[in-house]
């Protein structure tokens, strides 16, 4: 099924730290980002990325719930989509204080529910990889009260947190181009993996049939809700 259904290492990689990529050009020239993850080898592929001049990323393999750094190293953290995702987030958000100085930010974003697109790729998952894969990718969605995101984030020791609600419009590459790439790179990478080259073909395919009513000329535009809360140490 070649490259479309095997998205290269370079691109997965790109995919899953774009994030830190993005943070490290806010901060440039003089301010620098430290990328963190659990999985050594997403690191290694984020490692042999070559970066703009200019732009300085430290990569540090560690989990969220026990933060390789000393306490007040970091004057920002940000976590998009990962909060949900933690065994532990009350520890989690406890760990992202600790390495704050006292006049550090959190930043960090949910999903507050499924767009088209993400129905439609629950769906695929659930008839083509099964049931586990599904419950992977509802987890995604699990944080999206907003009352109780301001919960765990004063509950964790900061102060001054104030939830934004933010309806937008969520573009993405052509589901042929994209949905195995954006696959890759998250929770259910392996079982996607496992499931062989048919099934990674039929989820394109459902993909493309489902959400064809959201594909214009530049690729996927899809309705999209998330809340994004800020908070000082």
Not at 65 to 71: E, N, R, Y
Not at 112 to 137: D, H
Request: charged residues 20%.
């Amino acid at each position: 099924m070649g490259s479309v259904l095997r998205p290269s290492s370079r691109e997965r990689g790109r995919w899953a730290f774009r994030n830190s990529r993005l943070a490290a050009r806010r901060v440039a020239p003089g301010g620098a980002v430290t990328g963190v993850d659990l999985n050594e080898g997403m690191l290694a592929l984020a490692r042999r990325l070559p970066l703009p001049p200019g732009i300085t990323i430290q990569w540090r393999q560690g989990s969220a719930v026990a933060l390789p750094f000393a306490d007040g190293t970091y004057q920002v953290v940000l976590c998009q989509q990962g909060l949900q995702f933690f065994p532990d987030r009350l520890k989690a958000l406890g760990e992202m204080r600790r390495v704050l100085t006292s006049a550090g930010r959190v930043a960090l974003s949910v999903w507050t529910g499924a767009s088209p697109y993400f129905v439609a790729q629950r769906e695929a998952l659930g008839r083509y990889v099964g049931v586990n894969a599904t419950m992977a990718s509802t987890a995604a969605f699990s944080l999206g009260n907003a009352d109780e995101l301001r919960g765990l984030v004063q509950d964790a020791g900061f102060r001054d947190v104030v939830v934004h609600h933010v309806r937008m419009t969520l573009r993405l590459p052509p589901p042929e181009k994209f949905v195995l790439k954006h696959l890759s790179a998250g929770p259910v990478a392996e079982l996607v993996a496992a499931a062989g080259d048919e099934a990674r073909a039929a989820i394109v395919a459902h993909m493309q049939t489902v959400i064809r009513g959201y594909v214009d000329g530049y690729g996927v535009a899809v309705p999209q809700e998330v809340n994004v809360a800020t908070a000082h140490v």
